[in-house]
């Protein structure tokens, strides 16, 4: 599949072949012109996930061609790339509705990871969030149970009111989704949509990125630059794991949502924005305020309207529609354009827990798809991939377990690490294979790989009683 299709506007015919080539090698469709009227022209004609021109151009220059096609299609992002001692002018087109800009000579990689983000900017904007669809190419919110009902309603009611909303649910449970939807069923669907992994970006750096700085504000700070909220002047920004934001960065935050203004890292000048905010977290922000994590203040001003999203485990009723959904969605992808399931095999994907959500059942589909060959997923296939999950799962509660029983031991609370943990893991084991077994020793031990008198000794030896659950 392609990356995305870009317009590249460059007259120097060295510089537009180095970079076709890149690009073409990342799988973006690329088409190239060397006049800024030109490319104007056809960008207002055609549809391009994202622009890439040069400042000074024939015909009409960079800082004009962006302001033009901002205006026209405020939702294509514009990257400008200008020389050193330009920066004051490339400032001016982000101003103007640039998404970003480059200063030359940059690095490739420096151009591949913004057009990355560009185009991806530009799908949250531009393709659909349907509801309750299972059969689409697009992004969809899939369910038709009581819990998803109320969701759908409630994204009707409040995407065209001007508040704030905060997004409550946890990982994989389509906080994005709803987000973006929200967006595009507001009356700020032509403005930008910047979206914000709080997370992802190191505490040093966010407060840059969502308000911008100055030149010489810190280390490496060589020119100025526009933050996120400049950035979505008028549109819509998604503050995504908000919970994880430190506290300068709250107390600024705090400020744009009262008075719709901030400063720069490192500047004097108060800027004005008028931006919605969507923020989503999956932790609690009430414990973490308690903790005085989380400004109080903050909040309140956050959660006007509050949209919780339920786990997969509390709709496991749509569970068969997101099934038809992803095999509809991703089996063309993986040579399996008529993809299906065993009933069985779905049965068992409705008894589980889902502690990653609809993005583990996603995960989960793909993988099917991949070694079914064409043929029905079956139930042992799906069950080969629970146990492969169930077992990367314990790897990361094992790590944490033995730092614990290290960490102790380091202490001087306990000298028989090694045995403990043995010891720890033994119980489970056999705690958790009886019980699926439902007391059949026999099935457990053939489970195990061990005899049955064994199991039977272990079973003692823990405490778990297997006369109350044996079974001939």
Known sequence: MSSGRILLIEDDLAIASALERVLKAEGYELRMVARGDEGLALATRDPFDVVITDLKLPG???????????AAKPRVPIILMTAHGTAETAIEATKSGAYDYLLKPFEMSELLELADKAALSSRLMSEPVEFGISETWH???????????????EVGRIAGKPVNVLIRGETGTGKE???????????????????????????????????????????????RRIGRFEQADHGTIFLDEIGDMNASTQAKLLRVLQDCSFQRLGGKETIHADVRVIAATNRDLETAIQQRQFREDLFYRLSVVVISLPPLRERKEDI????????????????????SIEPEALDLLQSQNWPGNVRELENVVRKALLICRGFPITAEQIRSLLVARTVRTADSSLREF???????????????????????????????????????????????????????????????????????
């Open 320 to 339: 068969p529609e997101l099934m038809k959904y992803f095999l509809a969605r991703y089996g063309r992808d993986f040579g399996n354009a008529a993809a």
């Open 402 to 472: 033995v730092a614990e029983l290290l960490s102790a031991a380091e202490r001087g609370e306990l000298t028989n690490a090694h045995g403990r943990l043995l010891e720890a893991a033994e119980k489970e084991i056999f705690s958790q294979a009886i019980k699926l077994a439902e007391g059949n020793q026999a099935k457990a031990a053939r489970w195990l790989g061990l005899s049955r008198l064994t199991v039977r000794e272990k079973l003692l030896q823990f405490g778990l009683h297997p006369r109350e659950n044996e079974r001939t």
């Open 139 to 153: 992004d969809a919110i899939v369910g038709q149970s009581r819990s998803m009902q109320h969701i759908y309603k």
């Open 177 to 223: 989704l709803i987000a973006r939807a929200i967006y595009q069923h507001s009356d700020r669907a032509s403005a930008p949509f910047v979206v914000i992994n709080c997370a992802a970006i190191p505490e040093t750096l966010l407060e840059s990125e969502l308000f911008g700085h100055e030149r010489g504000a810190f280390t490496g700070a060589e020119n």
């Open 60 to 70: 009409l220059n960079g800082l004009e061609l962006v302001r033009e096609l901002h």
